[in-house]
């Protein structure tokens, strides 16, 4: 049945025989917290809420893919520190994102006690900005901060689509050495991934929790099988070697620098923290789960993406036979020199490019909810359209539709330009970082001119205060580092270009506001439902 009447007396702590009314939880309207929520943020409930603690908790952890992730970009960090940086770095990436990820977690906290509240939805960061913002500059920053995760997420579909089709590209190169990939196969096969991830989006989505909790399962597996492997049949090196060495491959001429500029790799393992506030209309009791679910999973997979980092450098053998690997993945040749087997080697990577597409998966849902939660705002053109939900698919089917279309159009940069492409789907890292950057200096002026804070089911107490400056320190270097080239002194093909394109969008959505936007976009505040 869609709607159930509770059977117990206590709903989320709700008595309702006290209140002398029927509490209704449903998979349509959630639990009273959540009905409360939307009726005073003035939003309409329009998407299940099928998504439950585990689910959610396996959707982050699949789309963050920490480990995976890991393992794919690990020539990054080799090229730029060596093993000791690549290690060491990681764990200090690690650490200041954790403290991001708290920090963003009490923001999607806040729940609905008073008619100023915000309450958890699918805008996000934007929607934090908008309450949490300086009064004067809350329309503003707002705005451009929804224009940033819309940039960050929608190139973030092709980025992962690449990543699962050149992974397919470096087996058929270990099975067939003598293939040459085009880039037009590259192409292709991010448009199969991406294709793949719209049914799963479309025809499959109320399926999508029941996915999430299987494919959660694979992930852990995954972990072990690799792990046990590289254990048990590769060589290892010695502690001090993998520890101590700490190199400039890249040619830097200062090994602290070069570990720094290897610190793009962890950053983007542990990236996306926010993907699971954009599905938080579609999760029942969303200011309690969220931000739970949100710190279990930075925790999981901040220590299982160590445990495989420091394993996979110690079964490295030599760093520079292993950069030079030509399956173009350094872990795929360490699973040959473990294993020795084609097949081995297959059935092992085949793991990580089934986490990747499902990674797409859950970074479609994520781009088109947070896309639809910005139009339905007014933040970007067309914004009726793509805002509407289909009666019946209960998704914001038009967004998810036009993020397709994007992740195609991106991806036939590729044919022309691989350096092109590589810019633009890498360029959701510093996207996302920057909303990170407004929603955590927003939080922490807040706090730093002590203001009083919205009411919370998750609240870093006194450590607040302190815990946002840190996150935001971080942050700034995070994103400086992000513009970086991999080696220094590089030609126009090997140029980072993501600060001139970054330019363009910021330069482009500002002009928007200008013109249009500022006419259109109130931000989420002023929606606030005042008459309870």
Known sequence: MEDTKSAEAQVNGHDAESQGEDVVVSEKKGTPDDQKDMHRMGKMQEMRRNFR??????????????????????????????????????????????FVIASMAEMA?????????????????????SEFAPREHQKFLSYLVGWLCVLGWQTGIPSIGYLAGTQIQGLIILNNP??????????????AVASYSIIFNTFLARRLPLIEGIVLVLHLFGFFAILIVLWVLAPRSKASDVFGQFQDNAGWGNVGLSCLVGMLAPIFSLLGSDAATHMSEELRDAS????????????SNSVLGLI????????????????????????IQVFYNATGSN???????????????????????TSSRQLFAFARDHGVPFGDFLAHVRPGWDIPLNSVLVSFVISI?????????????????????????SSYIISCSCMFVKRWRKEPLLPSRFSLGKYGLATNAISVIYLVVALVFSFFPVTPHPTPAFMNWNILIY?????????????????QYVGPVEYLNKSM
């Not at 906290?109 to 900005?129: D, E, I």
């Not at 003598?178 to 448009?191: K, Q």
């Not at 097949?343 to 849902?365: D, K, Q, R, Y």
Request: net charge neutral; with cysteine.
């Open 178 to 191: 003598n293939y040459v990939p085009e880039r037009w196969h590259g192409t292709l096969l991010v448009i």
């Open 109 to 129: 906290s806040m729940q609905v006690q008073n008619s100023f509240s915000p309450a958890p939805t699918s805008g996000g960061q934007y929607h934090w900005v």
């Open 343 to 365: 097949v081995a080697t297959s059935v092992l990577t085949s793991i990580t490019i089934i986490m990747s597409i499902f990674g797409c998966v859950n970074n479609v849902a």
């Open 409 to 433: 159009l991106l991806s036939l940069i590729n044919i022309g330009s691989t350096v092109a492409f590589n810019s633009i789907a890498s360029l959701g890292t510093c996207a996302l970082l």
């Open 288 to 299: 309690y789960t969220l931000p739970r679910a949100m710190l279990w999973t930075a925790g």
């Open 503 to 519: 330019g363009v969008t910021i330069i482009f959505s500002l002009a928007y506001f200008m013109l249009r936007g500022r006419h």
């Open 308 to 331: 495989m980092i420091i394993t996979l450098c110690f079964c490295l053998g030599d760093v520079q036979t292993i950069i030079n690997t030509p399956t173009g993945y350094p872990f």
């Open 53 to 98: 603690f585990v689910s959610i908790f396996g959707y982050s952890m699949i789309l963050m893919a920490t480990w995976e992730t890991g393992l794919t970009t690990l020539g990054i960090p080799l090229l730029n520190g060596g093993t000791g940086g690549a290690i060491f770095v990681y764990i200090a990436t690690a650490v200041g994102m954790c």
